[in-house]
């Protein structure tokens, strides 16, 4: 028994550094040449093989969206490849809907530009743009959680973006990476402020980009970004809203009551904050400022983790708690969520369960 598992062990080592060695070989041996990409039976590109498409787009300043940098464990940027892709990857298949793959969606990032492509994008991807952004604040919103704050350097008429959605931020390289790193994040700020932008970055262990914002980033650093991108926004609707978040899933919910704000919305809104302990919440300020002055807005945050110094009088549990708590069933709303992937899942399946229908929930899954 013992001889079978190390045989298999040393079989999985051997193709393990065979496939690496192939893709090593195929990055710098192979020459593909100029290729064509069309884009919506419109655009022509012409393009040096050998990339993967979502780079190879935007070398040419078209902006696919991936929170991931590209790795293949986002899959956001999916776009479909009619023609020229060749087969669908192990790596792109648990991404991929029975559906998606009918109707030949791939994820640019793992589909190498070998060959001439004819490819799909949604059209407002054209809009998306570049930016160049200077650091002007980094301020700690809690132990694991920045705010940094940018102003737009260029284009000189800023940037327009609705409220909750977000950019893609990039890092140049430093001694974890081997070139610029970019992640999604979503904006923060008041979606009509067009010159400034903030964004709000938890830390992750081993993560390039956030350790890089952690540990490295300083004010007056210049860097860029691209967006603005997402459908997580608030829709026209007369129903009532409830908001949920968790972490730094705070952010494009922020920016939304900015926009409840200006727009003077007289409907009932409440928001449901979720944190470990009380040094985990943040906005604080901000947000009771709301509760006084937005006439039907009401916050309820609350604690899954609370310690004997906090001290704490308010509700206590997951976010979850408070949907079985304080929704009623069937009731009249529009929900929006953010957080993480398991997060949002289990707030969904409680909102159905309440006959909350699926096109009045919307959510932006941080991974």
């Known amino acids: 028994m013992l001889t079978l598992l190390v045989s298999l062990l040393i079989m999985s080592g051997i193709a393990a550094l065979l496939a690496l060695f192939l893709e090593i070989a195929d990055s710098y041996l192979a020459d593909y040449g100029e290729k064509e990409i069309l884009v919506n039976d419109q655009k022509k590109l012409v393009v040096e093989g050998g990339r993967p498409l979502l780079s190879t787009l935007m070398g040419q300043g078209i902006f696919i969206p991936s929170a991931c940098g590209g790795k293949g464990t986002c899959s956001y940027c999916k776009v479909k490849v009619m023609d020229g892709g060749g087969p669908v990857l192990p790596t792109e298949t648990p991404y991929l809907s029975p559906d998606e793959l009918n109707a030949h969606v791939r994820l640019s990032c793992q589909v190498k530009v070998k060959d001439n492509l004819k490819i799909e994008i949604p059209e407002e991807l054209f809009l998306v743009k570049e930016y160049r952004v200077r650091v002007e604040s980094i301020r700690d ?118 926009q409840v704000e200006h727009q003077q919305l007289r409907k009932n809104i409440q928001f449901f904050f979720g944190a470990r302990t ?48 304080y929704v009623p069933e069937g009731a009249s709303i529009d929900v929006y969520i953010c957080g993480s992937p398991a997060m949002v899942d289990s707030c969904v399946e409680i909102l159905q369960k309440k006959r909350i229908p699926e096109d009045r929930i919307f959510f932006d899954k941080f991974e």
């Open 278 to 325: 009380r040094k985990d919440l943040y906005y604080q300020e901000e947000l009771e400022a709301w509760v006084k002055t937005l006439p039907k807005f009401n916050y309820v945050p609350t604690l899954s983790r609370p310690t004997e110094e906090d001290q704490w009088q308010g509700e206590k549990g997951r976010v979850t708690h408070l949907i079985e708590k």
């Open 141 to 258: 919103l809690t132990p694991e959680i920045k705010s940094i704050g940018l102003s737009i350097l260029s284009p000189q008429e800023g940037i327009t973006f609705k409220a909750g959605q977000y950019v893609q931020f990039e890092v140049p390289r430093y001694k974890q990476t081997s070139g610029p790193e970019y992640r999604a994040y979503s904006v923060s700020s008041d979606a009509e402020e067009h010159l400034s932008l903030e964004l709000v970055i938890t830390k992750v262990p081993q993560g390039a980009v956030t350790t890089y914002v952690h540990d490295y980033l300083k004010e007056g650093e210049e860097l860029q970004l691209t967006g603005p991108y997402g459908k997580f926004y608030l829709r026209d609707s007369d129903r009532d809203i409830l908001f949920i978040a968790t972490g730094s899933g705070m952010a494009p919910i922020k920016s939304m009551l900015h």
